[in-house]
């Protein structure tokens, strides 16, 4: 398996948070299923100094780079433009 740091930031736009808390919910089915397939390892939301979310780090593992375009193709924070860069590194996790 491929592992990955995908760093994500939303857009800035005065929708952009509201457009995340109506997405969320998607996004973290698919991360359920993605669990459930051994694709996603670790994620979270990046903070801004008030706490608010203003992006997300998941460390992903996929047999291959058409595995991993697949899931940017049908992440719903990409779909609904919840995140408007979205950064993927490889990667390699020290201990599992």
């Known amino acids: ?18 457009r995340r808390m109506a997405v969320r919910p998607h996004h973290l089915d698919a991360a359920r299923e993605l669990k459930f397939q051994d694709h996603f390892i ?10 608010h979310m203003i992006g997300s780090t998941m460390i992903m593992q996929f047999e291959n780079e058409e595995q991993l375009e697949a899931w ?7 779909t609904q433009g919840v995140w408007e860069t979205v950064d993927v590194k490889p990667f390699k996790v020290a201990v599992v």
């Open 1 to 18: 398996m491929n592992q990955y740091l995908i760093t994500a930031y939303d857009f800035t736009d005065a929708e952009a948070l509201n």
């Open 42 to 51: 670790l994620g979270g939301a990046i903070l801004n100094d008030e706490g």
């Open 72 to 78: 940017k193709q049908n992440e719903p924070y990409i």
